[in-house]
């Protein structure tokens, strides 16, 4: 898989390095920007300005720039950034600290993560679990750009039509949930979706879809176990088939445009469960698609 990057968005830029800076001072900067694991590639730069005729200085400073320049990738800033040519690099949900691989099925990109929080008897809130939301970076490119590709980065942060093009399009996406509460029972999460998911199919469809929602909920059977770190996913497949899967074993899988709809508006609609998820997939995708 080709090496490819894309900011999530743990903190906030900073202003970019002038271009008029001097060299020197350049690879300083670079070097923090970059992190410690260009420490000892600065001291070469450093050694170059010194040392200007020797060929194997002048070939690592010529890399470094090349690959380190402000210049570059303007929309894909240093800090905050995940590598997707590294698989090693999860992400971590700072609430809960429930981990989350940085790419799914070898090319599903991590998008944004969200916390599910239920109030019990509207006097405490707890951490049901946490999501992560992933798509295939093939698909989002080859659905979106013909729509969006003329935007700017900055742009399509503000189209908010873009998670609904998501949403809407045979993009092969996955909704990946990690239990937090440990004593979470099966049924209590087939109830859970059958409130939230049927009414979001209520919300597109006018109806109440009873038979599709029943199809969907009863793959939740009652001698599955979900304790704390259990993992269930939610996969849309191409031609709108939605798998299921508990701690990696397919439970159902259903064909319907409707239901992943439903299942995804949970997760980054207009009334997800957590905002803070939109907003990091509203700006990684509009980061992935100018890759």
Request: proline letters at 4%; one cysteine or more; charged letters at 25%.
């Amino acid at each position: 898989m080709a090496s490819l990057r894309f900011p999530f968005l743990f903190s906030q830029p900073q202003n970019p390095p002038s271009s008029a800076t001097s060299s020197r001072s350049f690879s300083t900067v670079a070097a923090v920007s970059a992190g410690g694991s260009v420490v000892a590639a600065a001291g070469a730069i450093i050694a170059i300005t010194q040392s200007p005729k020797n060929p194997f200085l002048e070939n690592a400073m010529n890399f470094l720039l090349s690959n380190f320049s402000p210049n570059k990738n303007n929309s894909s800033p240093l800090w905050g950034s995940i590598s997707l040519a590294d698989n090693s690099a999860p992400v971590t949900e700072s609430r809960t600290g429930m981990s989350f691989p940085s790419i799914l099925k070898d090319n599903q990109l991590l998008l944004g993560i969200g916390l599910r929080k239920k109030t019990v008897f509207g006097l405490k809130n707890i951490d049901v679990y946490a999501y992560g939301v992933y798509a295939d970076d093939g698909d989002v490119k080859q659905c979106l750009a013909e729509k969006h590709g003329e935007h700017t980065v900055s742009e399509l942060k503000q189209k908010e039509e873009l998670r609904n093009h998501l949403m809407e399009s045979d993009i092969r996406m996955t909704v990946r949930l990690q239990i937090v509460y440990g004593r979470l029972s099966i049924h209590s999460v087939r109830s859970a979706f059958e409130e939230s998911v049927g009414t979001r199919l209520h919300k597109f469809a006018g109806n109440d879809n009873k038979e599709l929602l029943e199809r969907f909920t009863s793959q939740f059977k009652d001698d599955i176990k979900i304790p704390q770190g259990s993992i269930i996913e939610l996969s849309r497949d191409h031609e709108y088939i939605l798998h299921t899967t508990i701690d990696g074993k397919e439970v159902g899988s259903i064909q319907s445009k409707l239901l992943c709809r439903s299942i995804l508006d949970l997760y980054i609609g207009d009334e997800s469960f957590d905002r803070k998820a939109n907003e990091d997939v509203e700006s990684n995708l509009a980061s992935l698609l100018h890759k």
